[in-house]
Structures are given as structure tokens and as C-alpha cells.
């Protein structure tokens, strides 16, 4: 499974921090990042993500271990050498299933919160939206100055995140010939790839839920 997903697993450079990332990124001058999400973790007897980039090269990770006694709610998307990037964090005592994503770690006390999303309520005054998702920026810290909607179905690994234009800036796209735990994803530099992948996993914990929710594993840091 692992040669049909990229051959190479070779650590990639250490990334600046996350804030960094996002301002340093020039819409008009850069490509946007393909990467490559399985959902699976390269590590023994662990649930996660690992993601690859363009050429192959490890790019981003999330291992949870299996576990029972010790649940935590918090989802650690890390770098190669293991260090936390982006904290995924199922908001407590929300009427909708709604996550927070903090910068770095967390579990610190000076975390800091930057995007919310939110699953979207499915009413009788519905309509025919096709929106399956709200992201709403927490974060002045980011350049990103308007809410996002997630539009498509993250089951057939087809979605987008969209802003008030409705342009893309991540698309979530199937993968050919390797089923629904391989995919990719296309971020554009205003996202910024991180965030991208952060947005993903909690997408993934709305609608996948259940006994294969991560949340119901422990989650290395």
C-alpha cells in the first residue's frame, strides 16, 4: 500500500512556524501545494495521517495510538521531526459539531486560537446549499480577512473549501485506483497548506465519526 501512496519517506526540512507560513505566501507568485494524504500512520499500531508532498517527501503527520483509558481531545498535526504545527480541538458544550484549530500546541495556555470550523446544520430551511461546513478565521495573526464555506462531499473525496467568490483555496480530490484513505489535497498559498490539512482533519472527524474517529484513540505530540 505504502509504494502506491509516494516512495520516499525521507524527512524534509524542518518548517518556520505556522503564522509564518501563511504571511510569507504571495498568492500571485506562488503554485498551489499538491500533496498526497493517506490515512494511515507509518508508525506501528497508530491511526493518523501522513502526508506527502509533490516529489514524495514527507511533509505532515499525526499518529494516535490506540487507547481507552487516556482519550484526549485534541488532534496534533506535527511536522517531520515530531514538532506540533496546528492543534485540532472539538469545541465542549457546542449545540453543532464544531472545532477549533490553534497554533502549535494546544495544550499551552498562550495557545492561540486561529480558525473555527463548524459543521452546518441541516434545517428545513436548507435549501439546496451545498455546504457541508464553516470556517470562520479567529486570528488576526492570519491574512485571511472573510469566513470560508466547505462545499461538496468529503465522503466521495470531493470538496472545497470556498470563499465569499466562491474560489477554491483547498480542494480535497480523489486519488485514482488506491480507494477513500488515499487523496489529494490542493492548497492555495493564502491557506497555506497547514491550515489546509487542519481544516481536512476536522472535516474528517464530522463525517466520519464513529468507531474509526481518532478521537476515540490517544494522540501523540
Known sequence: ?????????????????????VSQQQEEE?????????????????HGFTVFDAKGNLAFRLDCYDATRSRRADLVLMDVAGKPL??????????????????????????????????RRVGLR????????????????????????VEGSYGR????????????????????????D??????QPRLGAPLAMAIVIAIDEMFRGGSSSLLRRTCSA
Open 157 to 180: 473525496r470531493s470538496c472545497a473549501v470556498r470563499d465569499a467568490r466562491g474560489d477554491a483555496v483547498a480542494e480535497v480530490r480523489r486519488k485514482e485506483s488506491v480507494g477513500d
Open 182 to 187: 488515499v487523496f489529494r489535497l490542493v492548497a
Open 86 to 119: 496546528l492543534t485540532i480541538r472539538r469545541k465542549r458544550l457546542s449545540l453543532s459539531d464544531s472545532w477549533i484549530i490553534y497554533d502549535g500546541d494546544g495544550g499551552a495556555a498562550t495557545a492561540t486560537p486561529l480558525l473555527s470550523v463548524r459543521r
Open 1 to 21: 500500500m505504502a509504494a502506491k501512496v509516494h516512495p520516499n519517506v525521507a524527512a524534509a526540512p524542518q518548517p518556520p512556524c505556522i503564522t509564518t507560513i
Open 30 to 46: 506562488e503554485p498551489p501545494v499538491v500533496l498526497t494524504v493517506w490515512r494511515k500512520s507509518l508508525l506501528f499500531n497508530c
Open 126 to 149: 436548507a435549501g439546496a446549499s451545498k455546504a457541508i461546513a464553516h470556517v470562520t478565521p479567529l486570528s488576526s495573526a492570519l491574512p485571511l480577512p472573510e469566513a470560508y464555506v
